[in-house]
């Protein structure tokens, strides 16, 4: 659907916004012990295969809509189902069946009042980590998902600060009024567009993680967070890719979006607009390995 559109659209409050990325993934806790004896969980959960042809059913165009009371899964492959519930990017996961990222499932899960009530008492960044620990569970109770961890040796990109310093808005989450809410992308979330003729990558209250995990899927390269910013960002980002890029962006894309005429290179435009640098390193990335995983139980 995006490559009939024309462009390479992705929206990071699905995939990264709300994510924590490489740099960040430590903090969030394995499903070792099935996330943790004491976690946060779901009380009911209804998991049902997407049969191609059918209705969409999608609520919105994102794939993942955490609702005050639970959560909201429609047309997502399993893989994407790990790669948000344990904060990774694509390269981070290795091992697994091939109907890993062919099958599709809708899945409805609901917490109680209770649950609701902790959730609200915990910082933002801790609220992330307790829905992903939750779908964590989700994955090793009803996909019998096992993994191990393992350090491999990548060639990445490190972003880190120019010497010219951050050129990033600080906004803080806490500062949105709920009762008013605003039309627009929402708080927390980003946006790439991305043709044979450039890109863009707008931010909006995002933390860095959204940004490199973009780049990642840009750059075909993981982009790792090393810039020591804990923050989150209004920022926009404009480039004009060089040939190997152009060629990249218009196979997965289909036709450019809009020209940016005179946007510099991407490796420029980070530095001169955003104050910040990549620079080319390989490094040991720990990765996820996927032991066992079955089709889901019944509902």
Known sequence: MLSTAGLLIVGASVLFGLIPSTSSWAQSQTQDKSASSGALEYDVVSIKRFTPGGPLNFGGFHPFVETPDGLVVRTATVKMLILRAYGVDAYQI???PDWLSSERYDIDAKFDGATADELQKISPN????????MLQTILAERFNLTIHRENKELQTYSLVVAKSGPKLKEVKLEDADPSKPKAGPAPG????TAGASGGQIRGFASPLASLTGMLTNYLHRPVID???LTERYDFT???TPD??????SASASGLPPADPTGSPSIFTAIQEQLGLKLESAKVPVEI????K???????
């Open 237 to 239: 980002l404009r480039w």
């Open 126 to 133: 801790d609220r992330v980590l307790a829905r992903q620990r």
């Open 293 to 299: 995983i079955e089709r889901p139980s019944g509902n």
């Open 288 to 291: 996820i390995v996927i032991d």
């Open 226 to 228: 090393r810039t020591g």
């Open 189 to 192: 979330s980003a946006q790439m």
């Open 243 to 248: 040939d190997n890029q152009a060629q990249v």
């Open 94 to 96: 290795s091992g697994g």
